[in-house]
């Protein structure tokens, strides 16, 4: 379990209503939120694979999760939720509700929920938590710009990663 994961709960739990959503399936992913929280004292709600909406890749290959916020639309204010995802697309939907996180690989230094913890208390207060957390992470923006310089240097020639592409004799510009 990451570092400072029940304290994380414990604190998100004192100003907000708590919600887990996965892609998990719902029989798998409640042993991991009984777990979590075996009183079931610190998480009000539990959103599954099935609330997700996913596309295929560009190549075919793999689905793409998109954790959409928009059937709670009438329940909650989603002025007022956010989402933390290690995976930016998972909140694609509504960017100005990611609070994006590292994934987690087993480093027991891990610090990432105390800086959580620490956003969470700063923006607890605001009427509006989606602009302000907008404002702070400018998710659109990055949505919004231009990729190419980045995929030029993913695929320059100082890029060793990128060894199967040059392997098969496809060059890209």
Not at 62 to 83: I, N, P, Y
Not at 104 to 122: H, I, K, S, T
């Amino acid at each position: 379990m990451r570092p400072f994961t029940r304290e994380c709960l414990e604190l998100a739990n004192k100003h907000f209503e708590v919600g887990i959503f996965t892609a998990a399936q719902q029989e798998y992913a409640d042993i991991i939120i009984n777990y979590l929280d075996p009183t079931g004292q610190l998480i009000q709600h539990r959103f599954y694979n099935n609330h997700t909406n996913s596309l295929t890749d560009l190549l075919g290959t793999q689905q793409v999760v998109f954790k959409d916020l928009s059937f709670l639309k009438g329940e909650v204010d989603l002025a007022r939720t956010l989402l933390i995802d290690n995976n930016l697309y998972c909140f694609a939907y509504h960017l100005e509700n990611g609070i994006p996180i590292l994934n987690y690989e087993g480093n027991q230094q891990d610090r990432c929920l105390l800086q959580v913890m620490q956003y969470l208390l700063y923006i607890k207060d605001f009427e509006d938590m989606a602009a302000e957390n907008d404002r702070i992470y400018q998710l659109r923006k990055l949505y919004d710009s231009d990729f190419t310089d980045f995929i030029k240097f993913y695929y320059s020639q100082n890029n060793t990663s990128r060894s199967s592409a040059s392997d098969s004799g496809s060059k890209i510009d």
